[in-house]
């Protein structure tokens, strides 16, 4: 077995050389289709092996490794301008239009996958260096597949911090925490309908994988557990994620979550469980929010989405979703959206997170909703999650950590009120118009209002800084 880690880096070392190459997004993307492109063909050999009547929707030109040509399984194959002008003018254009009539799942992900995404490399020789490279790693090999899993989180964990692709990207401690609270069974319909690059379908298949006890059970795995993605880049990532969580053909729809009417999901539709990360602080796109009734119309996707996923759930099936403090308050639609929750579903908790879990990318104070559909809210649990002792905030090199959720597992299902969790009944609820951003009644308590006094003299201390810190800076100048 190849060193996993010593490869990936190599294969950075290679790609920051490239001129083709800006940044950390497009470097991901990059790699992103070579990774899927290896993967997929090593899977079609052993499903050639396992079963003559095979057929790879890959044209033999195209496969990674062929007994003619061999583009790119052949350390010793063609390299330079001929490489790159085959990859641009042959490999992608074939692919994007591989015949996807015949129903072939595994055609279509292909297809899909390369529709979107783009080679950015400028040099046949770099591209030569990385194929040869990925050569190395045989992802028919579970150690190889799992090793490189590892390493995969680690990669898109890196989107974070590429500008606006971090809204592709969920940190796996509330993922995983998510997953374990909500507690996914066989047989059971899972759906992200915002999957991003795929961190909570992963959760579910693992979760999933410590129950299942026969083939039957991993068949239903890889069919029930479901995501939608609408941008090409973590549909790629995500479709990846899968298959080295060994999803032969992952269950994804490359498509706008909004972008057909609510009315058309019926209950053939709704599933158990609903995990989510909904994107937040965006405008909907091509007047998606007329897809929803009058009275929900709106241009934030977090709240549309709110309403979908209400829609979406079956009578007794249960979500766990991140949602931004926006979405608890404000009038009008947020308020109706709000009401329609707290009359249709139990939305039993609401864990407040520090507004730093997902720095870079977003800076907004965030939460966690648990809620079952069926049966109205009565009362509110609030557990308001603090940083680490002494850590002011989340950041790059310190991110949120799965340990720290422990404290809450442990309180889950013994819950009593203390100094970071209190209840809230409906009756209060409604008094406020449905405002959910209720904060921490201990901390109101600590605090106290200053009088005009206290602040004009706080006033005054602040202008004497400013005041004499001027002064400093002309002497400076003058000097």
């Known amino acids: 077995m190849s060193n996993i880690s010593g490869v990936i880096k190599s294969i950075r070392d290679i790609m920051w050389q490239d ?4 940044g950390d997004a497009q470097r ?12 997929f063909s090593d899977k079609d050999l052993e499903l050639e092996l396992l079963d003559d009547t095979y057929t790879s929707p890959i044209p033999a030109e195209f496969h990674w490794i062929q007994e003619k040509g061999n583009w790119a399984g052949d350390d010793e194959g063609i390299t330079g301008d001929e490489l790159l002008e085959f990859v641009d003018r042959k490999l992608f254009p074939a692919l994007r239009n591989l015949d996807v009539s015949t129903g072939n799942r595994r055609a279509l992900i292909v297809r899909e996958v390369f529709e979107g995404n783009n080679n950015y490399m400028k040099s046949g020789i770099n591209i030569r260096k990385v194929l040869n490279k990925l050569n190395e790693i045989d992802f028919n090999v579970a150690k190889d597949r799992h090793a490189f899993g590892e390493l ?10 590429a500008g606006k692709s971090g809204e592709f990207y969920t940190p796996r401690a509330i993922t995983q925490f998510i997953t374990d609270i909500i507690d ?3 047989g059971e319909k899972i759906l992200d309908p915002a999957c991003g690059t795929g961190g909570y379908l992963t959760c579910a298949i693992e979760h999933l994988k410590a129950q299942a006890n026969s ?44 972008d057909q009417p609510l009315s058309n999901f019926t209950e053939k539709d709704r599933v158990h469980v609903i995990l989510a990360n909904p994107p937040f602080g965006g405008i909907v796109a091509n007047n998606n929010e007329n897809n929803f009734p009058q009275n929900y119309r709106t241009k934030e996707s977090a709240d549309l989405f709110l309403v979908l996923m209400i829609h979406l759930l079956k009578q007794g099936g249960r979500a766990g979703i991140v949602l931004p403090d926006g979405s608890l308050t404000g009038e009008g639609v947020k308020l109706r959206v709000r009401q329609r929750l707290l009359e249709e579903c139990n939305l039993h908790t609401i864990i407040r997170l520090p507004n730093s879990v997902f720095q870079p990318y977003a800076t907004v104070a965030t939460n966690l909703l648990f809620f079952t559909k069926g049966t109205p809210t009565k009362e509110i649990w609030y557990y308001e999650h603090r940083l680490p002792e002494g850590q002011k905030s989340y950041s790059k090199t310190k991110t949120i950590q799965a340990k720290e959720f422990e404290p809450i597992k442990a309180w889950w299902n013994n819950r009593t009120e203390s100094d970071v969790c209190w209840k809230v009944d409906i009756q209060t609820i409604i008094d406020r118009n449905y405002d959910l951003d209720i904060k921490n009644p201990v901390k109101q308590e600590e ?26 800076l002309k002497e400076a100048v003058q000097g």
């Open 215 to 258: 083939v039957e059970d991993r068949q239903s795995i890889a069919e029930n557990v479901r995501g939608w993605e609408y941008k090409p880049l973590p549909f790629l990532l995500a479709t990846t994620n899968l298959i080295l969580h060994d999803i032969e053909v992952p269950n994804i729809r490359f498509g706008d979550a909004l």
């Open 447 to 472: 605090s106290h209002d200053h009088s005009s006094a206290e602040l004009m003299a706080m006033l005054e201390k602040s202008f004497a800084k400013s005041h004499a810190l001027l002064g400093q």
């Open 19 to 22: 001129t083709g190459l800006n």
């Open 152 to 161: 995969y989180e680690g990669i898109l964990k890196e989107l974070q911090s």
């Open 184 to 186: 996914p069974k066989i």
């Open 28 to 39: 991901v993307e990059q790699l992103g289709w070579m990774l899927f492109l290896k993967i």
